[in-house]
Each structure stands twice: as structure tokens, then as C-alpha cells.
């Protein structure tokens, strides 16, 4: 007889989990990097679709019902831009794919596996519950790992890259910031959200030492985030008498010290400078800023001139010259500037999830998108769960700020909050069971 072989879903998913890190790092590239998390989701995938009996999730939710929604919409949204003929030529930039068309087929793929992710995560993390302490042990190897690169890379030291890396991965005058991931930005979200999770399960120490690890990223998005994080899961903290009798006492000291910084050289040039300066007038402390804005304007007339459809996945890009005002925008245009806005040859991004789903997928997809998200934070407040709720706060606003929302970790930790909210289950009760 021959023996049966059986898959243990629950280490595949562990696995899937444990490896989320690994965006960039330990990856191979055919044209886009493969990643062993996205290999380990898809045979998740083909298993529960071949195994419908193994933990049904509920779709009559409303985030569940939306999130589907969404997934119609942007292939509607696909589809028809596919065959779209526009009365303005489309920018010429670079494929991933070879083809425009299958660039476009791609995003639509990974927004589906995106999704997939999601309500897959919901059913093992029902089944298996204690495999969400493997996402944060990844993310403790992802972060002990960065500091390497963060320190050897500061102190010009020889530093140990791990295969499918950048040749020179992205970095800060020549300290590097991404960790695992391409971007910093990207680590710094997963590094807040592995920290919001640590905390569910009761690992403070650990969630303390990935919160501090944010610091690698040098994000200045990431570190916003992750003091809204801490304002919210501290606020009822701040309102106790004792606390607000020790900081009526501090009060003259922390007036002080804000005083002296507000003086300082790198409040006045690096904070300062950036906010003061108008958005349309280039300066050497602000051009960041203003590359945002341009980004952002460019995103909100192509949703504006395309409302229902948007102009389709990773098709952004594409109208970038027809919706580009930057030199009638901006009042001191310099030879350098001229050259850099118009971004020849080259891909351009919104640099922002909001504008990027309102640009790509019209304004009826931005509205399904951000209803979704809304809902989960009314629905993890309502269930008085403050770290999941704080969690998707500071997700909402590094959304303002990061490449893209089709990235794997964002929607497992999506489906841990739907999947916690939608029961009326104890928080601590549950942080014990998966330890």
C-alpha cells in the first residue's frame, strides 16, 4: 500500500507567516522578486480551494463583502482600460513584463493575491491561533538583521547581504534603511505592525525592541506612525491624576526644552523650513515636499478626469505627462527641476495608497477602499481592542506617505483585525491561547 502523504496546513501557514518579511531579501528575480511568502500562499490557496471544508469564512461580513467588492471594481477597472483609447499620447516608460498590458495584468494579479491573502489569513488564524506568534518571531530575525546593515553600513564597515537584495540597497548617505524589504518605508510599517502585534500577545518586551528598530528606516512617515500609535494605546494613561499631576510639575521643563529645540538648526532647517515654504516654491529643504505634491495633484486630476474606472491598475504612470502641471505650478523652476519632474524614462507612483486607488481605480473604487478600512477601525474600537485599534490607525496614516497597498503583510494583519473584532472574544484570553 502506498502511504498517504497529507500537507500540515498549519506549518505551511506558520512558514507563510515567518517569511512575510522577505520582500526583497531571499528572493529571486523573473522579472519581479519572488518571494517565499507569496510561493507558501499559493499552495494555502490551492489547498483551500481544493479542501472547501477547512474553516469556511463568513463573507456575509460587511469588510469581507466590501473587500470583494473592491476586487470587482478593479478588475472592471482593468478590463476597461485595456481597450480605452484616450485622446492624449500615454507616456513612455519602462516595463517590468516587457509589455505595458502585462505590467497592468500583473498589479491586477497581485491585487487579487493580495485579497486572497486576507481571507485566507482570517480561516488559519481561527484554525491555527498560535501561529501568529511566527510573524513575530520574522519579524525579530528581519530586525536584528537590519541593525546589522544599519550600523556595519554607518560605520563604512563590510556588511553581509543576503541574496536578491539591491546591489546597493536603498540607503541615506550610504547608511542603509530597508532592511529585508526594497524601501524603508515598507519596513518601517511592518516593524509598527509586528510591534502592534507583539503587543496583542502580550510581548512587550519584544514589541518594545521593534518599535526602537523603526528607527533603521529612517522614515520620517514611520516615525509619525508610530507616535500615533502610542498616543492612542497611552491616552487614558495621560488622564489619571498622578499623570497629570507629575506633568503639571514637568510642564515648565518640557516648555523649556521645546523652546530651546524650536531654536535649534535642525528644527529651522529640517521641519521648519519644509512646512513653512510654500508647496509651488523649490528650495533645498522642501523639494522633497514638493515632489509629493506634484505626485499628488497629477493622482487626484487623473481620478478627477476618470471617476468611475480610474485608468486601471499600475497605469499611473502611463497619464503622467498629460495631467503634469509643474511648470506652470511651480514659480522657480530651476534647469535641474525641469529635467527631474518630467521624470523621462522612468515609472513615477503616487507615493500615497489613497490617491494611488483614487487615480487607478476611480473615485467609486477610492470610496469602497476607504470604506473598508474605516470600517475596520470603527469595528476594532467598538470591540475596545486598543491595540489592533491603534495598529490601523497608524496604518491609515503611513498610507499617506507609502509605494503601494498590495503588499502581503498589510492584508494578513487586515484580516487579524476583522478576524478579532468579529467575535466577542477576551483580547487576553486569546494573546494566552497562542503563546
Known sequence: MTKKVTLNLGRIFTLFLLFLPFTQALTVNVGFPLKISELLLILLIIVSIAK???????????????????????TFSFLINLFWQYPYPLKEIPTRMGSLKLDSILRLLYVWLSVFAYFISQKYFKIFPKALGYWVTGAVIASVYAWHLFVFSSLNLPYIKLFGMDEVPQNINGVIRCGTFKEGNFFGLYLILSGVIALHLNRTKTATFLLISTITTLSTMTYVSVFVFLLFISRRVFLKKKVLKYALILSPFILI???????????????????????????????????????????????????????????????????NDFESFITNNTEFSLKYFKRENKRAI???????????????????????????????????????????????VSFNAFPSFIVLFIWVFLALVNSRTSFNVNENEISVREK
Open 350 to 396: 503616487p507615493n500615497n495608497v489613497y490617491l494611488e486607488v483614487w487615480s487607478e481605480y476611480g473615485i467609486v473604487g477610492f470610496l469602497i477602499f476607504v470604506s473598508f478600512l474605516l470600517l475596520l477601525l470603527l469595528k476594532s474600537f467598538k470591540a475596545r481592542n486598543d491595540m489592533l485599534t491603534g495598529g490601523v490607525l497608524a496604518l491609515l
Open 52 to 74: 472547501v471544508k477547512v474553516g469556511k469564512v463568513n463573507v456575509k461580513q460587511g469588510a469581507n463583502n466590501l473587500i470583494i467588492l473592491f476586487l470587482v471594481w478593479a
Open 257 to 323: 526644552s521645546t523652546a530651546i529645540f524650536i531654536q535649534s538648526s535642525i528644527f529651522q532647517e529640517r521641519i521648519y523650513a519644509k512646512l513653512a515654504k510654500p508647496s509651488n516654491e523649490l528650495s533645498p529643504s522642501n523639494f522633497s515636499k514638493v515632489d509629493r505634491v506634484i505626485s499628488a495633484r497629477i493622482a487626484f486630476y487623473e481620478g478627477l478626469d476618470n471617476p468611475i474606472f480610474g485608468v486601471g491598475p499600475y497605469n499611473y504612470a502611463l497619464h503622467y505627462d498629460e495631467h
